[in-house]
């Protein structure tokens, strides 16, 4: 099966001034997107906050599941190869 590279392409990223965030243009679920605007909304934070959240929710929980444990390493997730 060939890998689509389309969804792998951004198409805007860049490091922002401040040198901890990084900017990247994705494509979501419109569902997903309105529910994460909604949250965001009633929670009285930034979207980018609650999707900060969510990732690093997600990340605790990909790192924890013993699935995954080949692809760890003293808590950190292993690199992509290169030029992946």
Do not use: H
Not at 68 to 73: G, M, P, Q
């Amino acid at each position: 099966m060939q890998k689509d590279k389309s969804l792998a392409q951004p198409g805007n990223t860049g490091k922002l001034k401040n040198g901890t965030e990084e900017r990247y243009t994705a494509v979501y679920n419109s569902d997903t997107l309105d529910d994460l605007k909604n949250i965001a909304y009633w929670s009285r934070k930034k979207i980018k906050d609650t999707i900060n959240s969510a990732f690093a929710d997600f990340i605790e929980a990909w790192k924890k599941d013993p699935q995954n444990k080949s692809y760890t390493s003293s808590g950190k997730i292993k690199q992509r190869p290169e030029g992946e």
